[in-house]
């Protein structure tokens, strides 16, 4: 039995994308909050749209804040929408609306705050706000403070109430509007009191200072300096984005849909691996992935998944439901089919939701479902992924031919050792993301993608560069798309099972990779049949072919490996060059 390390400190939280229960979240996470805080998010979705059955505020939030002896938070990001739980969990929007002037009073209560970004308050109604929290932070406010109002519109109201305050704030607030705001806003200021006001794009590249891409999520908790041995580093996968797919925008000369109709020219039946189908009788690929677990209701999947176990020590009986998203949005990258997506609320410059969205490379796989990562605390143990890989190379019925990996651990463990070479002599190809630590430490590949033997993937931007997260080491075979990466979302309740989120980081580029291998293997049986595809399903040879399509395959780079995959570069060539490649790798 692994001992479990002390707490993990933070710097930054964010709810975002975390369904969960907020009540028992903060009452048994397993990290504690450093004393000052870089970033407190509140903005989620499900904040406002999912927990609406469940007994859900933000008291154990505060008493969190109060236990672990926060000083400070630089920035506290408010819920884009005005909610308040009741006691009976249900919830409704306040006829007197408050604008989180009573939590911020709260927070006030127990630590100092920099700057409030404040999108909630807005139109007609926004002026009271503004005073409300002018007279609280008058009379509450502990230092220096900035407040940002990016919504507030100028409707005409008379605002002119807002600076007439029962008393003057001890210490300066400055206050931000936008722009229009400008010539409206020329009364006297109380003491101590300023205005600023900037052009709606300045106001989004200070939100892009406050959250950026690159910010860490909530689950950044597992890749902190002070992490536990065995905590998983790999879900600092960011959720702030606008562009569409690698396949459709970003990353369109990686010519995946070309790749497909070549392999479909060979069986002559056109556009079917596009639509996830393979000719009958033909033998297909399994894909497995080890994560948080998957959404099964979700339309990217259409009852493909054939195999789900759940390995986490697990309190509740929540068996392999995704809750936080990671697992789902991997799996569909790697295996996910085409759907009409439901895009995030206030998601600007996409395609219309009527036109189907191409999210993942091998959609004609079948997939397994091993949860290794515990919804209530989003823990992870070396030893549940050992038991996750014997699990699947003892399967008597299903056939695994890819495993795809997005979960890492910052130590040794010789038993996950074992059971990844265990998992690679059956035949099985095991492809790892690296980790999202960037170029922090010399040794910042997590295991098992530090494994020799296993397919190690980094991340590359939307240009084919490196990503500023994607670590550096001789582990490093390839780069795959792991910039804005569109794919399936967890949550479906405002979404009817057709949501999409963009996720950044080599959690994204490893299953790419995982769905090249699947698709290879496709090529190997419609090319040779059943001799070429055994003679493929060995991880040494996979990486062999793989080399063939990156862009440095006689070159290899710590920080890029072989460089980045495109499988066109092997698919355009034909049947007799895949042919020659795997000829080539016997005889060497």
């Known amino acids: 039995m692994y001992k479990m390390a002390e707490k993990t400190s933070i710097t930054s939280f964010n709810v975002d994308d975390l369904d969960i229960d907020i009540t028992k979240y903060f009452s048994k996470s397993n990290y504690k909050f450093a004393p000052a805080l870089k970033l407190v998010s509140l903005d989620s979705k499900y904040i406002y749209q999912v927990l609406t059955k469940k007994s859900a505020n933000f008291e154990p939030f505060l008493s969190k804040l109060q236990k672990d002896g926060v000083l400070e938070i630089s920035c506290l990001y408010l819920p884009q929408e005005d909610v308040h739980f009741k006691g009976d969990g249900s919830k409704t929007f306040l006829p007197e609306l408050r604008g989180y002037v009573d939590l911020v009073e709260k927070i006030l209560g127990v630590c100092k705050i920099k700057t ?30 900035v407040m940002i109002f990016p919504k507030l519109l100028n409707t005409g109201a008379d605002f002119s109430s807002i600076w007439k305050l029962t008393e003057s704030p001890k210490h300066k607030i400055a206050l931000v509007f936008l722009k229009e705001w400008e010539k409206v806003f020329a009364q006297p200021l109380p003491r101590n009191i300023s205005r600023l006001f900037k052009t709606e794009s300045d106001m989004q590249q200070d939100l892009q200072a406050i959250k950026p891409p690159t910010s860490t999520l909530a689950l950044n908790i597992f890749c902190s300096d002070t992490a536990p041995s065995f905590s998983p580093s790999l879900f600092n996968d960011s959720t702030l984005s606008s562009n569409l797919f690698w396949q459709r925008h970003t990353h369109q000369y990686l010519k995946v849909e070309n790749s497909w109709d070549r392999l479909d020219e060979i069986v002559n039946n056109k556009d079917a691996l596009k639509e996830g189908i393979l000719k009958k009788g033909e033998h297909g690929v399994v894909v497995a992935v ?18 789900k176990k759940n390995f986490t020590e697990t309190d509740d009986n929540d068996l392999v439901v995704d809750r936080n998203g990671h697992g789902t949005h991997c799996a569909s990258i790697a295996a996910g089919e085409s759907f009409k997506p439901n895009y995030p609320p206030r998601t600007a410059n996409l395609p219309p939701e009527e036109l189907h969205l191409y999210v993942g490379v091998a959609p004609f796989a079948q997939i397994v479902n091993a949860k290794i990562v515990r919804s209530s605390d989003g823990h992870s143990k070396p030893e549940w992924m050992a038991k996750a890989l014997d699990w699947i190379v003892d399967m ?65 931007s939307a240009n084919g560069q490196p990503s500023q997260s994607s670590p550096t080491g001789r582990e490093i075979d390839f780069m795959a798309p792991g910039e804005t990466v ?32 699947a698709l290879t293997l496709v090529a190997a049986q419609r090319i040779g049949g059943k001799d070429l595809r055994s003679k493929v399903s060995d991880v040494h040879v996979m990486r062999e072919i793989l080399r063939k399509m990156s862009s440095m395959p006689g070159h290899h780079d710590e920080s890029m490996g072989y460089g980045n995959i495109d499988p066109w570069r092997v698919f355009n060539y034909g049947s007799d060059y895949f042919k020659q490649i795997v000829d080539d790798i016997y005889r060497a």
């Open 290 to 307: 080890l994560d948080t677990g998957i959404n099964e209701q979700h339309s990217a999947f259409s009852n493909r998944i054939i195999a």
């Open 116 to 145: 409030i970004y404040c999108p909630n308050i807005r139109s007609t109604s926004g002026g009271q706000l503004v005073k409300k929290f002018l007279e609280m932070v008058a009379s509450k406010g502990q230092s220096d403070m």
């Open 486 to 517: 569109w794919a399936a979302s967890s949550t479906n309740s405002e979404s009817q099972n057709r949501g999409v989120i963009p996720f950044n980081g080599t959690s994204c580029a490893a299953p790419f990779v995982a769905g090249i291998a």
């Open 396 to 460: 008597k019925d299903i056939n695994v031919d890819v495993v795809s990996i997005s979960v890492g651990y910052n130590q040794y463990s010789q038993m996950l050792r074992n059971a990844v070479l265990r998992a690679i002599l059956k035949g099985k190809i095991v492809v790892c993301a690296a980790s999202n630590d960037g170029r922090k430490q010399q040794t910042n590949i997590a295991f098992p993608a530090r494994f020799g033997d296993v397919i190690c993937i980094g991340s590359h």
